[in-house]
């Protein structure tokens, strides 16, 4: 206890009342550093080269866009730090720089949501007890943080792509963030063919998001899809996109995306897609990205060309993957070939496994609606 309380708490006010106006003195120079430093080029700054003006989406305004574009990829850039494990990184990133919330982290990593809950927090940890310097990186140092970077705008995407919850199937402003970044990425690198080929590719699945959906808001399933409702515009451009990326003769995860989506996109209806092609793409998407959900679209792709029984095959074996089991997709893909094959009672048992999961309203409403017609 001071001596004098009253004349302790009134120095104590006064030295707070003084450091509050220093602090608003300072304010108008730091806002204004904070807004030119570092993606502008202030002195200081990283040197990294990261554009003024970025081409913007069809129907979108370039100044405000494009800029806020630039700088959140200086913050994903900044967020994939290569010292934090790569799950973590994209994880901590989709959180703290992209919006996504847990849960929808958790269905992109089709994993249980409190292990993604984990995964940030140990992030987090790292970067306090390691004294990690969370800065903008410098262009030799982009190569190692580059394929953190375009998972994390795929991962955006899918999730605005396909809604894991809510009233609509589309959540179209997590798409049109995803193609913003992308652009911003493809501009900053001009010279790295999967950064062109994850923009032909968000492109080109985009470019069918007006079909997807009937007046009433119910799904529409690819085949039968009004094609003239589609974006040619973008697929146009994508395809460009596309074969200025393989010319580059760098194969990637990303640009087989593009191939696999160009394939829906260039058959003049569903009859004729090529899905032997298809299947090959997948085939060879698996040594980039061997994951079970990659076997599983193959294995549609493969009940499409040779059968629903040779698919139903393949999606039987990966049964026993935990994360499949969490994935709607697999058990409506499953009920879609157990139809086919004539077993109308194990295709209700398969789409009630992906009822019981998360989805959003219009998804929902179509698998009940198929249960229903069995």
């Given at each position: 206890?001071?001596?004098?309380?009253?004349?302790?708490l009134?120095?104590?006010?006064?030295?707070?009342?003084?450091?509050?106006?220093?602090?608003?003195?300072?304010?108008?120079?730091?806002?204004?550093?904070?807004?030119?430093?570092?993606?502008?080029?202030?002195?200081?700054?990283?040197?990294?080269?990261?554009?003024?003006?970025?081409?913007?989406?069809?129907?979108?305004?370039?100044?405000?866009d494009?800029?806020?574009?630039?700088?959140?990829?200086?913050?994903?850039?900044?967020?994939?730090?290569?010292?934090?494990?790569?799950?973590?990184?994209?994880?901590?990133?989709?959180?703290?720089?992209?919006?996504?919330?847990t849960?929808?982290?958790?269905?992109?990593?089709?994993?249980?949501?409190?292990?993604?809950?984990?995964?940030?927090?140990?992030?987090?940890r790292?970067?306090?007890?390691?004294?990690?310097?969370?800065?903008v990186?410098?262009?030799?140092?982009?190569?190692g943080?580059?394929?953190?970077?375009?998972?994390?705008?795929?991962?955006?995407?899918?999730?605005?792509?396909?809604?894991?919850?809510?009233?609509?199937?589309?959540?179209?402003?997590?798409?049109?963030?995803?193609?913003?970044?992308?652009?911003?990425?493809?501009?900053?690198?001009?010279?790295?063919?999967?950064?062109?080929?994850?923009?032909?590719?968000?492109?080109?699945?985009?470019?069918?998001?007006d079909?997807?959906?009937?007046?009433?808001?119910?799904?529409?399933?690819?085949?039968?899809?009004?094609?003239?409702?589609?974006?040619?515009?973008?697929?146009?451009?994508?395809?460009?996109?596309?074969?200025?990326?393989?010319?580059?003769?760098?194969?990637?995860?990303?640009?087989?995306?593009?191939?696999?989506?160009?394939?829906?996109?260039?058959?003049?209806?569903?009859?004729?897609?090529?899905?032997?092609?298809?299947?090959?793409?997948?085939?060879?998407?698996?040594?980039?990205?061997?994951?079970?959900?990659?076997?599983?679209?193959?294995?549609?792709?493969?009940?499409?060309?040779?059968?629903?029984?040779?698919?139903?095959?393949?999606?039987?074996?990966?049964?026993?993957?935990?994360?499949?089991?969490?994935?709607?997709?697999?058990?409506?893909?499953?009920?879609?070939?157990?139809?086919?094959?004539?077993?109308?009672?194990?295709?209700?048992?398969?789409?009630?496994?992906?009822?019981?999961?998360?989805?959003?309203?219009?998804?929902?409403?179509?698998?009940?609606?198929?249960?229903?017609?069995?």
């Amino acid at each position: 206890m001071p001596a004098n309380p009253g004349a302790w708490l009134a120095g104590v006010a006064r030295h707070k009342a003084l450091d509050q106006l220093r602090r608003e003195a300072r304010r108008a120079g730091k806002e204004a550093a904070a807004v030119t430093d570092p993606l502008a080029g202030a002195p200081g700054a990283s040197g990294l080269p990261w554009p003024d003006s970025l081409p913007a989406a069809s129907g979108v305004a370039a100044n405000g866009d494009s800029r806020a574009a630039a700088d959140e990829l200086g913050l994903i850039f900044m967020c994939c730090h290569p010292a934090l494990e790569a799950a973590a990184r994209i994880a901590l990133t989709l959180r703290s720089v992209c919006g996504l919330d847990t849960k929808a982290i958790a269905a992109a990593f089709m994993v249980p949501e409190p292990t993604v809950a984990q995964r940030i927090v140990r992030a987090k940890r790292k970067i306090q007890q390691a004294g990690i310097r969370m800065r903008v990186p410098g262009r030799d140092e982009l190569p190692g943080r580059l394929a953190a970077v375009l998972r994390v705008v795929y991962l955006v995407y899918t999730q605005g792509h396909l809604a894991t919850s809510g009233p609509e199937l589309v959540r179209g402003e997590l798409c049109d963030q995803a193609i913003r970044l992308a652009r911003a990425l493809a501009t900053l690198l001009p010279d790295e063919p999967e950064a062109a080929g994850l923009l032909a590719f968000l492109l080109l699945t985009d470019a069918r998001r007006d079909a997807r959906v009937d007046g009433a808001g119910n799904l529409v399933l690819l085949a039968d899809q009004d094609r003239s409702r589609w974006d040619r515009e973008r697929i146009a451009e994508s395809e460009l996109l596309l074969e200025a990326a393989l010319r580059a003769g760098r194969p990637g995860p990303y640009q087989l995306h593009a191939a696999i989506a160009a394939c829906h996109s260039c058959a003049a209806s569903a009859l004729e897609t090529d899905w032997r092609e298809i299947a090959a793409l997948y085939g060879e998407l698996i040594r980039y990205e061997p994951t079970a959900a990659v076997e599983a679209n193959r294995a549609v792709a493969v009940a499409m060309s040779e059968g629903p029984a040779a698919g139903l095959v393949i999606l039987d074996a990966l049964g026993g993957d935990p994360r499949l089991t969490g994935w709607p997709q697999f058990h409506i893909a499953r009920g879609e070939l157990l139809t086919r094959v004539g077993r109308p009672a194990d295709a209700a048992l398969a789409y009630q496994a992906a009822l019981a999961l998360g989805m959003s309203a219009p998804e929902r409403a179509f698998i009940e609606r198929r249960r229903a017609a069995l």
